[in-house]
């Protein structure tokens, strides 16, 4: 017993000389290891809108819905809820990029109304230019033809859409005729690329 007091004495006598333990959060700012997970960000230049971080969040914080902006542009809106949110990092691990979503350092996250506590990020979608169904974000095409290098060319859409990128194709309108061979050569849903390639063999089906 007497050491117990002896040691407490110490420890005592020393927070005096030293100052306490304890850092004076919120006076200074405490200081923060590499590895915390502070709220999940969306880097907007690496995301391309695939979703698969929604798809994998254990707990659906994360919504995913295809919306008109204000311009008239079709986007896919990815709003991640981090009032619901439980730091598990799944949508970090499994994001197709590996670096659309990361997580910050900022962790004071508390506030008095939910409906602000979004963290967003949106993506042009390419329509169908027959039906003008979107297919799937801009930049999700783009990172699929990146990443499949010559493979791509096995589908037209997504080898189209890259050529746009680099200046090599316009978007063509097309009038209401029916569908023609010519129009294998354009973005295209699934829905209409069938119609489109089942065209010479069982004569013309409406997408
Ligand atoms: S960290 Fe986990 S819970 Fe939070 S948004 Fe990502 S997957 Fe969902
Ligand atoms: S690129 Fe990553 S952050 Fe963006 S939607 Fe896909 S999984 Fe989510």
Redesign the pocket.
């Known amino acids: 017993m007497k050491w117990f007091k002896m040691r407490e004495l110490v420890e005592a006598v020393t927070s005096v000389i030293k100052g306490p333990y304890t850092h004076p959060f919120p006076a200074e700012p405490t200081p923060l290891p590499d590895w915390i997970r502070g709220k999940p960000t969306?880097y907007a230049d690496d995301?391309?809108?695939?979703?698969?971080?929604a798809t994998v969040c254990p707990v659906r914080a994360i919504d995913v819905r295809e919306v008109v902006r204000e311009d008239g542009v079709p986007v896919r809106l990815?709003e991640l809820h981090f009032d619901n949110c439980v730091f598990c990092g799944d949508?970090v691990r499994?994001?197709?990029?590996q670096k659309?979503?990361r997580f910050s350092d900022e962790y004071e996250l508390s506030g008095f109304d939910r409906k602000e506590m979004i963290e967003s990020v949106e993506k042009e979608l390419v329509p169908c230019e027959i039906c003008k169904t979107s297919i799937a974000p801009r930049d999700q095409l783009q990172w699929i033809y990146d990443e499949l290098g010559s493979m791509a060319y096995a589908n037209v859409s997504v080898y189209l859409t890259a050529q746009e990128r680099l200046g090599l194709r316009e978007g063509v309108p097309r009038d209401d005729r029916p569908l023609d061979r010519t129009d294998s050569q354009r973005i295209l849903c699934p829905s209409c690329r069938r119609s489109v390639t089942l065209l010479d063999e069982w004569g013309p089906i409406q997408p």
């Open positions: 969306y995301c391309i809108g695939c979703g698969a971080c990815l949508c499994r994001c197709a990029t659309g979503i």
